[in-house]
């Protein structure tokens, strides 16, 4: 069941975008060296595929 909303810290509800969780991926990996952005994409489908199955 995917996901269209998430819950931010401070309470809003906003749309869940998959790019946001790509771009802090690949941030965190260019902090340490990494360049590999579809790297990035693969890591984030992961939690994506791993978040909707908690929420089944």
């Known amino acids: 069941m995917p996901f269209t909303e998430v819950k931010k810290r401070d309470g809003n509800i906003v749309p869940f975008s998959k790019e946001k969780v790509v771009n802090a991926i690949f941030k965190a990996a260019e ?13 984030a489908d992961l939690v994506v595929q791993s978040l909707e199955k908690k929420l089944e």
């Open 31 to 43: 902090s340490v060296g990494g360049k590999d952005k579809e790297r990035a994409e693969q890591l």
